[in-house]
């Protein structure tokens, strides 16, 4: 089972800022936060990922709570193509090779409203 | 920017027989992974490959399934007698060395089962 959780949806409006709360209140101490988002049943998106600084990319900005229990992605400006589903994603790091698999959850539908 | 790229977009098979699935990840990666998606349903993790050989595999990678790295660039996905129930999208991913590093998706193979 995914070890997060999120919303089932949310609404934005057009160029407003999109928050995507996710909780991963048993995530431990060597796992990343890894957000994708696919819309339509195109291929999964990379978006950003941390570890427990807060991170900015050209996409968006993903805010690590202190305890790391939480985390939200940020969309500065949504349009009406960020309309998608948004996953957050926790994994290990493992150099061996092998506990690299991505498990997904539901995530969360986000639709970007005129 | 580089991605991975899989062909065909859509396979219609009868049931019963084999199909390949391919997909060229992207250049200077070294782990590459399956993933599948039926219909309305969550994105399911099915194998990974490492080194020329499967990391890690998943409940649903039975027997049916193959992997194989034909040659220094594609990442083929073999199903050796077709299911109703493989239909499904199907797609590749590729990652950097780096443990922590994202997969990066293709859009993906539509595999419809007759």
């Known amino acids: 089972d995914a070890k997060t959780t999120q919303p089932p949806s949310m609404d934005c409006a057009e160029g407003r800022a999109a928050n995507l709360p996710c909780n991963h209140s048993t995530i431990s101490g060597n796992e990343y936060v890894y957000w994708y988002r696919q819309i339509h049943s195109q291929g999964p998106q990379y978006i950003i990922h941390?570890?427990?600084?807060?991170e900015t990319n050209e996409m968006a900005s993903l805010i690590i709570t202190e305890d790391r229990k939480s985390s939200t992605l940020i969309l500065p400006h949504a349009t009406l193509r960020d309309t998608a589903v948004y996953y957050c994603?926790?994994?290990?790091?493992?150099?061996?090779?092998?506990?690299?698999?991505?498990?997904w959850g539901l995530g969360t539908s986000l639709a970007v409203n005129p | 920017e580089p991605e991975v790229t899989q062909t065909p977009s859509h396979q219609v098979t009868q049931m019963g027989q084999e199909v390949i699935l391919r997909c060229v990840p992207i250049s200077n990666h070294l782990y590459f992974y399956w993933y599948r998606q039926i219909l309305g349903q969550k994105v399911e993790f099915l194998v990974s490959?490492?080194?020329?050989?499967?990391?890690?595999k998943s409940e649903i990678f039975d027997d049916q399934f193959s992997v194989e790295r034909p040659d220094g660039s594609n990442f083929t996905l073999k199903i050796r007698s077709t299911k109703l129930e493989d239909s499904a999208m199907y797609f590749c991913?590729?990652?950097?060395?780096?443990?922590?590093?994202?997969?990066?998706f293709g859009d993906g193979t539509r595999l419809s089962i007759l």
């Open positions: 941390g570890l427990k600084n807060n």
């Open positions: 490959f490492y080194n020329n050989e499967i990391s890690e």
């Open positions: 994603i926790v994994r290990g790091l493992n150099n061996a090779g092998n506990n690299r698999k991505l498990i």
């Open positions: 991913a590729s990652s950097p060395p780096r443990s922590n590093q994202p997969q990066h």
